[in-house]
């Protein structure tokens, strides 16, 4: 995904599924500036407890909004509506599409 953050700078990201220690679904990205050297960029996800749909996870609007917003206008999530709450913060839950995830590699 070609990806331009809220300050202008442009990355392409790669993103990558994984699960939380204590259960739940995580995707992490990944991104690139020069075509030669992956970092980890962001956590697309937080864990506050599971969800409770499949291919679900709770988004992690407090530090990477922007980013969140993007994937939803790709289609590759879409929010369902519910809600966790941890700490000051409020956090979406966000079901995944299916194809998508499909072929994101496992970490």
């Known amino acids: 995904m070609n990806y331009t953050d809220e300050y202008g700078n442009n990355y392409e990201l790669r993103f990558y599924k994984a699960r ?5 679904m995580a995707i992490l990205a990944y991104c ?5 050297f992956w970092e980890p960029y962001a956590d697309v996800t937080t864990y506050i407890f599971a969800p409770k749909g499949d291919n679900c996870a709770y988004l ?3 530090n990477v909004g922007h980013l969140i917003q993007k994937m939803v206008d790709a289609g590759y999530v ?3 509506g519910r809600t966790a ?3 000051w913060c409020t956090y979406p839950e966000g079901h995944f599409n299916e194809k998508w995830l499909a072929e994101l590699k496992e970490l």
């Open 20 to 24: 939380y220690q204590m259960g739940g």
């Open 32 to 36: 690139c500036e020069d075509g030669s």
């Open 60 to 62: 992690d609007t407090n």
């Open 78 to 80: 879409e929010l369902t």
């Open 85 to 87: 709450q941890s700490g």
